[in-house]
Structures are given as structure tokens and as C-alpha cells.
């Protein structure tokens, strides 16, 4: 069964930079294409940047796009999230998926209920 488990949240001032990462285990990670979300009180989770199972695509929400890096490293079976220029509207808990579709295909890796193991999240606050 996936395990996964994010680190690197927490405050941060706007402008500021942090960097997630998610630590996998339990699967064959390198098969799976992942993804970040984020949810924040009072809202829905929403999409946040995604990765295929080769590194090679990405994809992004609009509102972290040009801010936001993801990356993955299979041979540790770690994927990072590089979040620049933070605005306290990405105020939020961050949470990883994975997914088991290989090709980003724009309405199937931004819909939640396709992604099928996930992690408890980290808090991210940003500060004004």
C-alpha cells in the first residue's frame, strides 16, 4: 500500500520562498504520474502543479504558474515543490498524490478524484 508523507511547510513572509517535498514508499513510484493540491478552510481542494511518472511534463494551476516548480527525483522516489514569490492567498495545507495515468492529459490530472493514495498534507502560511 502507498505511503506518502510532505514536508518542508510553514511561515513564511510574502515574497518568500519554500520549498515541499513528498517522500513516497510502499509502491513503485517511478509508474505514477504526482500530484500537489491544496486546501485551504472553507474551501475545496484545489489543483496546484503536477508531474508525469518521467519527469518529462508538467502542468500548473494558473494562479502558481511562473511561481511555482515541480520536480521529482525517482531513484529517491521524492517529487519537490519549489513555491517563489509566495502571496498569502497560497495560504493553505499542501498535500501529494499520485496518479496512475502517465500522460497529463489538462482535465484528468486536475480532477482530485483521480489520484489514488495521498498524504496527510503540510500547513503552509504566508504572511502579509
Known amino acids: 500500500q502507498a505511503h506518502l508523507a510532505e514536508s518542508g511547510g510553514g511561515l513564511v513572509q510574502a515574497g518568500g520562498s519554500l520549498t515541499l517535498s513528498c517522500a513516497a514508499s510502499g509502491r513503485r513510484f517511478s509508474i505514477y504520474s504526482v500530484g500537489w493540491f491544496r486546501q485551504s478552510p472553507g474551501k475545496e481542494r484545489q489543483f496546484v502543479a503536477a508531474?508525469?511518472?518521467?519527469?518529462?511534463?508538467?502542468a500548473y494551476a494558473d494562479s502558481v504558474k511562473g511561481r511555482f516548480t515541480i520536480s521529482r527525483d525517482n531513484a529517491e522516489n521524492t517529487v519537490s515543490l519549489k513555491m517563489d514569490s509566495l502571496k498569502p492567498e497560497d495560504t493553505a495545507v499542501y498535500s501529494c498524490a499520485t496518479n496512475p495515468t502517465r500522460i497529463l492529459h489538462r482535465v484528468v490530472i486536475r480532477d482530485r478524484r483521480t489520484y489514488d493514495a495521498w498524504g496527510q498534507g503540510t500547513q503552509v502560511t504566508v504572511s502579509s
Open positions: 508531474i508525469s511518472p518521467s519527469g518529462e511534463s508538467t
